[in-house]
């Protein structure tokens, strides 16, 4: 029998965090990242929807406003709302955690993250850490 792994709200979020800086463009290991990543939010270009977040973390509905909450509180994202939709925009510390924490999770979450990547294939964020 295939038991389905359980995944954390760290290994959620970190999932979510990479998702929004890999939309934005920009090299988590870039020279004058922070900088860059200033200009990006003052911009405010376009962010992610719900359905994006919860087809990427391939959850449910109730997981993906749990994740959202918790980095809403931990202030790593804002989402701007209207009448039909859900705009998910990474904070300066969002960023700037998951540049910092992208080694830890990549090492202590390397089964979860190969396992949950199988079909897509591993994120550049992923690859560039287990490379090194």
């Known amino acids: 029998m295939n038991a389905r792994k ?23 290991g870039q020279k004058e990242f922070e900088a860059k990543v200033k200009e990006h939010i003052r911009e405010k270009r376009d962010g ?7 087809h990427e973390i391939r959850s449910n509905h109730n997981m993906t406003e749990k994740i959202l909450k918790h980095l809403l509180e931990e202030d790593y994202i804002t989402i701007d709302r209207d009448e039909t939709s859900y705009s998910i925009h990474p904070t300066l510390d969002g960023l700037l955690h998951v540049r910092e924490f992208n080694r830890f999770y990549a ?11 199988r079909f897509s294939g591993l994120p550049g964020w992923y690859r560039a850490f287990r490379d090194r």
């Open 6 to 28: 359980y995944k954390d709200m760290n290994l959620y979020s970190c999932i979510v965090l990479n998702l929004l800086a890999s939309m934005i463009g920009l090299d988590l």
């Open 48 to 54: 992610l929807t719900k359905s994006q977040i919860m």
């Open 107 to 117: 090492s202590i979450y390397s089964k979860q993250i190969q396992d949950h990547y």
